[in-house]
């Protein structure tokens, strides 16, 4: 899809020197696909329950001790 957008050319500068893109497209193509990327993981983290019992290496040493 084609769309005008006027992106400051300071802020487009910089995007392009954090993605390391070759061109201003791939630099924004790397931006939008980040952002969704990020939005999906935290639409994720909603639905995550909590969970208050991790396994301690001492835990992990006895379960493999159990299986051998």
Not at 14 to 29: H, S, V
């Amino acid at each position: 899809m084609k769309i005008t957008v006027d992106i400051p050319e300071d802020a487009l500068r910089d995007l392009m020197g954090y993605t390391k893109a070759a061109t201003k497209r791939a630099a924004i193509l790397q931006a939008v696909d980040d952002f969704n990327r990020r939005q999906r993981m935290a639409r994720l983290t909603r639905f995550a329950g909590r969970f208050t019992d991790f396994m301690g290496q001492e835990d992990l040493s006895r379960m493999r001790a159990e299986r051998k």
